[in-house]
């Protein structure tokens, strides 16, 4: 059988329908499709290629009565929403899953029939392509709540219109003449652009998309179909394959992945921690290693993935985010973590003393316990005890010592990681060049302010402040100047001497938020470099009365 042809408006009248509507097979891969701003200058590229109809790529389709689970594509796409399955009572549809051409299909059904990021895709209806530069679409993102204009067309109006009647064609014009202020040149282009995307988007004239449906009886073919597609494209990764075998057996697996994932995320004040890292931990403690190799994988392992999921299971993973990340330390963004890999071992250590009948929660355990931990977390993010190969030898080190109720294997642990060539004691490089991290355990009491992936921190002595020069510049933006602060006291401070902030009457309302600093009346406030050894000094006695932690002799101030 060859390649079909389909339209615009019959492929999206497809999607989701409830009889021979185009699905999602189990196995497909989540919809991704880069950052925000990425991803309205790809969509807009998309849309524009189909308006000058260039080709877009193939469509495969396995059309089945099979009862199968399968998904629903997304509606009102947002970062996190996921393809969720439809109800065990429809596994038996007539229906067509989509093997290859998700993320077009997807991002076309999202921006044509709903929203993208809460933004509504509009069209610039005085656009001349004939002036525009190469990449200029007349395509762009609004917001939901923006003004209307009769200049920008919404694309969820334009697609909703029937082909077969000419008056939805005409009241889009009327709508939009005012656009032109009575120029009739305008006025040609604005009907002009609306002509072609009504012909694109509306009319089913032209077969934009091409598909192909495969004749299968079984789901084995048609796997083996989808590989040999994806040997030519984006493979499905290992992590995905193993997935995929669970889900034949469990089939919703992966929405219970999204809930833990989801719960993770609620209890850690704000860790995103994905379903991925969740089912790549189990592969750790079930398979031994991080590194995953779906041939591996038996009926046995699959039954031991479904118990990891339950909730007595999980308990000991939620430990690490809510008691151990977020109370202890207040660390409530992802961002803040620089080697997520090395923090398994300790989900690996609670994991396998609750599974032995011993005292697993963070609060439960002795002084020195915990504090084995708290060293081997502080080391293993700043000495880069973070290869698959180190966390896989941890992660057993931790996991036979919990099953007899021991300590932390923390000494092993070090032993191990010189033998992989990484540092086993602390230098102050390693704190300076994870300096986040740095201030976060060195000021558990403090918590970030987040925009965007960076955490908001104040300077206290100011990068810019009268009479300064290179050398004031490189030694104030150092860690040891650091204090977690809102942007909004940042910028209140701004270039102003923090003995005169902090002796004024806005500024000295803030002076207990602030930590390591010398008294008030201190000569130390006048000269910056010696605040700098003083706070550097500060820190780390309280690093070894947090942590037990010194750092290595031959560090010295930069």
Request: with cysteine; glycine share 6%; aromatic share 12%.
């Amino acid at each position: 059988m060859s390649y079909a042809g389909i339209s615009i408006r019959e492929a999206l009248d497809r999607i989701n329908a409830q009889n021979g509507g185009w699905y999602l097979p189990q196995e497909q891969r989540q919809y991704v499709w880069g950052a925000r701003h990425q991803s309205e200058n790809y969509i807009c590229l998309l849309l524009d290629s189909l308006l000058k109809r260039y080709p877009i790529g193939g469509i495969v389709l396995w059309e089945t009565d099979a009862k199968i689970p399968y998904r629903k594509f997304i509606e009102d796409y947002a970062p996190g929403e996921h393809a969720r399955q439809v109800d065990e009572g429809r596994w038996e549809a007539h229906k067509s899953l989509v093997y290859d051409g998700q993320q077009r299909l997807q991002t076309l059904y999202s921006v044509l029939r709903h929203r993208f990021n809460d933004r509504v895709l509009h069209f610039d209806l005085l656009f001349d392509k004939n002036k525009a530069e190469a990449d200029e679409t007349g395509f762009l993102f609004l917001d939901e709540a923006a003004p209307r204009s009769p200049r920008f067309l919404r694309m969820t109006e334009l697609s909703i219109k029937s082909p077969r009647s000419m008056e939805g064609k005409i009241s889009i014009e009327n709508h939009a003449t005012p656009a032109a202020s009575g120029d009739y040149k305008l006025e040609v282009l604005i009907k002009t652009n609306i002509s072609s995307l009504w012909s694109v988007f509306v009319d089913t004239e032209i077969k934009s998309i091409a598909y192909f449906s495969v004749e299968s009886t079984t789901k084995v073919e048609v796997n083996e179909v989808f590989r040999r597609l994806n040997t030519g494209g984006i493979a499905l990764t290992q992590l995905e394959l193993v997935l995929s075998k669970i889900k034949a057996v469990h089939s919703d697996y992966e929405e219970r992945l999204w809930k833990l994932s989801e719960k993770i995320e609620k209890e850690s004040g704000g860790v995103k921690f994905p379903d991925s890292s969740i089912l790549q931990f189990f592969h750790l403690m079930i398979k031994g290693t991080l590194r995953i190799d779906e041939n591996r994988l038996n009926e046995a392992d699959i039954a031991m993935f479904e118990k990891a999921l339950d909730e007595e299971s999980t308990k000991p993973l939620l430990e690490v985010f809510s008691e151990y990340l977020n109370n202890l330390y207040k660390i409530n963004n992802a961002d803040i973590i620089p080697r997520w890999l090395a923090v398994l071992p300790i989900a690996s250590y609670l994991s396998a003393r609750k599974y032995g009948g011993h005292k697993w929660r963070i609060r439960e355990l002795p002084e020195d316990e915990v504090r084995a931990i708290n060293q081997y977390f502080l080391l293993s993010q700043f000495c880069d005890w973070n290869t698959q190969t180190m966390v896989n030898g941890f992660a057993q080190l931790a996991i036979n010592a919990a099953k007899v109720g021991n300590v932390f294997p923390l000494e092993k642990i070090r032993e191990l990681a010189i033998e992989k060539n990484r540092p086993g004691d602390l230098s102050e490089n390693q704190m300076l060049g994870a300096c986040w991290f740095a201030l976060k355990v060195l000021t558990p009491g403090q918590s970030y302010v987040f925009v965007g992936p960076k955490p908001q921190v104040d300077h206290i002595f100011p990068l810019s402040l009268e009479g300064d020069n290179e050398n004031y510049r490189r030694a104030v933006d150092k860690l040891w100047n650091f204090q977690p602060m809102p942007a909004s006291v940042n910028n209140y401070k701004r270039a102003r001497h923090p003995k005169e902030f902090f002796s004024s009457v806005d500024g000295g309302k803030y002076w207990s938020s602030y930590n390591f600093i010398p008294a008030a009346g201190s000569e130390i406030w006048d000269d910056p470099y010696k605040f700098i050894e003083y706070r550097r000094n500060a820190m780390l006695i309280e690093l070894e009365r947090l942590y037990g932690i010194v750092l290595s002799k031959n560090t010295s101030l930069p």
